[in-house]
């Protein structure tokens, strides 16, 4: 009895396909997106080393290091703001004459060395930046530890 139940219900079902297609209903399959207006920054810091004739300790002295500055944003190209180069870390009593950076990117920003502020509007939403930075100090350099700093601030616009 139980294998003659089987292929009934089977057959049943196979008589008719109209009415079970019948009530077959649509409905859309949807795909959202979104896409921020965001920036991500990353960064290797640089090595500053004294020049020969103890004028100026900087990172394209022999020995020293450029920094690397990755920019990855999404949504509109960013701006990309280098503040002013900063000492911040110097023996006691320290005033060079002046603090400054430089920096060229792969998309073909190039910055020579200025203690001002500067702004790149980028047309891509990547780039690669190589930083340098320079005390300069005609009198020479007292013994201890120096560090110059510059914030970099990546700002995208607002699309829309």
């Not at 009415?19 to 209903?25: P, V």
């Not at 004028?55 to 990855?72: I, P, R, T």
């Not at 320079?134 to 700002?155: A, E, L």
Request: charged letters at 15%; glycine letters at 6%.
């Amino acid at each position: 009895m139980h294998q003659l139940t089987r292929p009934i219900f089977c057959l049943t079902l196979l008589l008719a396909p109209d009415t079970a297609w019948a009530q077959a209903r649509q409905q859309n399959v949807v795909f959202n997106g979104f896409v921020s207006d965001a920036c991500i920054l990353e960064v290797r810091d640089g090595e500053l080393t004294l020049s020969q004739d103890f004028k100026q300790m900087g990172s394209e002295e022999a020995g020293g290091l450029s920094a690397d500055l990755l920019v990855n944003s999404s949504g509109m190209p960013p701006q990309i703001q280098f503040g002013i180069p900063t000492l911040t870390i110097s023996p006691t009593r320290f005033v060079p004459e002046r603090v400054e950076i430089a920096y060229n990117s792969e998309n073909g920003f190039l910055q020579t060395y200025t203690s001002l502020p500067t702004v790149v509007d980028e047309r891509t939403w990547m780039d690669h930046f190589r930083v340098n930075a320079r005390i300069w100090q005609p009198i020479g350099f007292p013994v201890g530890n120096y560090q110059v700093v510059t914030v970099v601030t990546c700002t995208v616009p607002i699309s829309g």
